[in-house]
């Protein structure tokens, strides 16, 4: 059975910083994508950062770029989002997804296999 283990969020002022970790488990595959996906109250759920285990390729939103970065421990199966600068904006649920069909990310909800349990991120102002 494949889970994937969030851990990291809380509460923080705006101005501060975060870090998101990710244990996944009950897969033997190599190559996949693994990241971040965030949902705000009343929003839709959209794609924040992955990480392609395959070449190390990165996809980060728009929103995020300049302020949050991914790595990945490959050997561990564990991903990180280090997230700086917060802002009230970045309130949300963050979800940590693993896509197995390919290695590549993406930013389509659809096109993830797997979701971790979800865990909060509440940034004040």
């Known amino acids: 059975e494949v889970q994937l283990q969030a851990s990291g969020g809380g509460l923080v002022q705006a101005g501060g910083s975060l870090r998101l970790s990710c244990a996944a488990s009950g897969f033997t595959l190599d190559d996949y994508a693994i990241g971040w996906f965030r949902q705000a109250p009343g929003k839709e759920r959209e794609a924040v950062s992955c990480?392609?285990?395959?070449?190390?390729?990165?996809y980060l939103a728009d929103s995020v770029k300049g302020r949050f970065t991914i790595s990945s421990d490959n050997a561990k199966k564990m991903v990180y989002l280090q997230m700086n600068s917060l802002k009230p904006e970045d309130t949300a649920v963050y979800y940590c997804?693993?896509?197995?069909?390919?290695?590549?990310?993406?930013?389509?909800?659809?096109?993830?296999?797997?979701w971790g349990q979800g865990t909060q991120v509440t940034v004040s102002s």
């Open positions: 990480i392609s285990t395959d070449d190390g390729s990165t």
């Open positions: 997804v693993v896509k197995v069909i390919s290695s590549w990310c993406s930013k389509y909800e659809y096109e993830y296999d797997f």
